[in-house]
C-alpha cells in the first residue's frame, strides 16, 4: 500500500529518509501567521516525508536564534526560518554553515549575506507598501490628506519595505503623514496606537490609516468604533493581508483597500528543502504574487479564499 501506516518502505515510518527540519517561526501575532504556520505544518508533515521540529519565538529576535543554535546542536538535516527582524543573523547563520546544515528562508529578508542561506521564498513587501500608497494617492487625489501609520515590528522587513514602498508611492501627493508608531503587527498593539492617535489627533484630525497589516487595522476599527467614528468613511483604510477578517471587513465598508500578502509558503518552502538537500540547484530568491482587493472585489471572492 502507499498509505502512511505503512510499514514496509516509503518515509513515513521514520526510516532513515525522514528529513528531519527544524523550523523556527515569528510567534504568533496575526492572522497571516497562523495561516502561515498551518501551511507549514501540512507541508513538513510526516506523510510527506519530514520530521519538524517547531519553534515559535513569540517575537523576540534573540529566543528565535537559541531557537536556531538549539536546531544546530540537535543536528537537524536542515533549518527554516522566518526570521523575526532583518538584522543580527551573521553569527548563527556562519554557525549552521560551520555545521553544513542548509539554511532557507521563508516569508522574512534578513540583511546577513546571501552566501549564507541556500535559498528566500516570500513576498514582494516593497511592492506591497507600492500598490497600498497608490491606491492611496488616487483616492485622496489633490484633496488635503492627514494620515497616520501602524508599522509592523520594528526592524523586520516587512515593515521597512512596505513604509519605503508607500512612502515612494506618495510622494508628491497631498497626502501627510502626521504620526507613525509600531502596533506590532497584533489587533492588540493597533488597538492601543490607534487609540493613542486619536485622543492627540480626534476623529476629524485624522482621514487616513495606512497599516503594515490587517490585524493592526482591525484594531484600530476597534478604536476608532469606541470613539464614535465610522472606520471605511469618517476615516479611510488601507492595509496589507487578505487574511479571512481583513476581506470582511473590507467587504463590510470599514477597511477600503487590502492588498494582499500570501502566507501558503509550505509546499515551496519544503520543496526547496528537499532540493537543496538533493544537491539541486535552487533559486536564491523566490516571489510569490500579490493581488490587490477593493470592497467589490472583495466581496465576490471572499467566499473562495483559502484563508
Ligand atoms: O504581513 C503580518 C505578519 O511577515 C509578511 O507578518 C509577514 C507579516 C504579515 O505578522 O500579518
Excluded at 525522514?18 to 501551511?39: C, D, H, L, M, P
Excluded at 487616513?208 to 484594531?219: F, R, S
Excluded at 481583513?246 to 515551496?268: H, R, S, T, W, Y
Amino acid at each position: 500500500g502507499c498509505g502512511s501506516s505503512d510499514s514496509d518502505g516509503g518515509s513515513a515510518d521514520g526510516g532513515g529518509d525522514t528529513i528531519k527540519v527544524g523550523f523556527a517561526q515569528t510567534g504568533s501575532e496575526s492572522g497571516w501567521r497562523s495561516a502561515n504556520t498551518e501551511s507549514m505544518k501540512e507541508a513538513f508533515s510526516e506523510e510527506n516525508g519530514f520530521e519538524l521540529v517547531f519553534n515559535a519565538a513569540d517575537n523576540d529576535p534573540a529566543a528565535q536564534i537559541s531557537a536556531v543554535r538549539s536546531f544546530i546542536s540537535q543536528g537537524v538535516d536542515a533549518i527554516v526560518i522566518a526570521p523575526i527582524v532583518e538584522d543580527g543573523w551573521d553569527d548563527v547563520l556562519q554557525e549552521a554553515a560551520d555545521a553544513d546544515i542548509p539554511v532557507i528562508l521563508e516569508d522574512r529578508t534578513v540583511t546577513a549575506s546571501e552566501d549564507l542561506y541556500e535559498s528566500w521564498v516570500g513576498l514582494d513587501f516593497k511592492k506591497e507598501g507600492v500598490m497600498a500608497g497608490e491606491w492611496a494617492a488616487a483616492e485622496f487625489g489633490s484633496e488635503p490628506t492627514k494620515m497616520v501609520v501602524l508599522e509592523g515590528t520594528t526592524g523586520s522587513a516587512p515593515a521597512n519595505d512596505r513604509a519605503e514602498g508607500f512612502d515612494e508611492a506618495i510622494a508628491g501627493s497631498s497626502i501627510e503623514k502626521i504620526d507613525s508608531q509600531t502596533g506590532e503587527f497584533t489587533r492588540d498593539g493597533g488597538k492601543t496606537v490607534m487609540e493613542g492617535f486619536l485622543q492627540k489627533y480626534g476623529v476629524d484630525g485624522i482621514d487616513l490609516v495606512y497599516a503594515h497589516n490587517d490585524d493592526m487595522a482591525l484594531g484600530a476599527i476597534e478604536a476608532i468604533e469606541a470613539a464614535g467614528g465610522v472606520p471605511g468613511e469618517d476615516i479611510k483604510i488601507v492595509s496589507i493581508d487578505a487574511v479571512k477578517d481583513g476581506m470582511q471587513a473590507l467587504v463590510d465598508g470599514k477597511i477600503n483597500f487590502i492588498v494582499e500578502c500570501n502566507p501558503l509558503l509550505g509546499d515551496l518552502a519544503a520543496e526547496l528543502v528537499k532540493d537543496v538537500l538533493a544537491g539541486e540547484e535552487v533559486e536564491k530568491t523566490v516571489y510569490v504574487e500579490d493581488q490587490s482587493f477593493t470592497q467589490e472585489q472583495a466581496a465576490e471572492v471572499i467566499d473562495s479564499r483559502p484563508y
